[in-house]
């Protein structure tokens, strides 16, 4: 069994920050790509920001210059650091992972998702 646990979400006021953290723990051989998502009431689920495990990063328009991914293999957890934070960004943020099992099987795992919301 895979878990993927996100913290770090809240209340804020625009122009602050938050830092959403997600811990995978369970039968874990090795971690692919780690990203973030997010889905507004009434709207689909979008990709956010993207790591692989080389760390090499992407992100949506919408967060470039004031997103940040980042991981930390030693401890299974990706990172997203938002500043500049908008009322738009105000949505329900997830975790996504591809994760290798210890019985070599290969799927991606969701978190409970995380809610965010950026007070105007």
């Known amino acids: 069994q895979v878990q993927l646990v996100e913290s770090g979400g809240g209340l804020v006021q625009a122009g602050g920050s938050l830092r959403l953290s997600c811990a995978a723990s369970?039968?874990?051989?090795?971690?692919?790509?780690m990203r973030w998502y997010r889905q507004a009431p009434g709207k689909q689920r979008d990709l956010v920001a993207a790591?692989?495990?080389?760390?090499?990063?992407n992100y949506a328009d919408s967060v470039k210059g004031r997103c940040s991914i980042s991981r930390d293999n030693a401890k299974n957890t990706v990172y997203l650091q938002m500043n500049s934070l908008k009322p738009e960004d105000t949505a329900v943020y997830y975790c996504?992972?591809?994760?290798?099992?210890?019985?070599?099987?290969?799927?991606?795992?969701w978190g409970q998702g995380t809610q965010v919301t950026v007070s105007s």
């Open positions: 996504n992972a591809d994760i290798r099992t210890t019985g070599w099987s290969l799927k991606d795992y």
């Open positions: 369970g039968s874990i051989r090795s971690i692919l790509s």
């Open positions: 790591i692989a495990s080389g760390g090499s990063t």
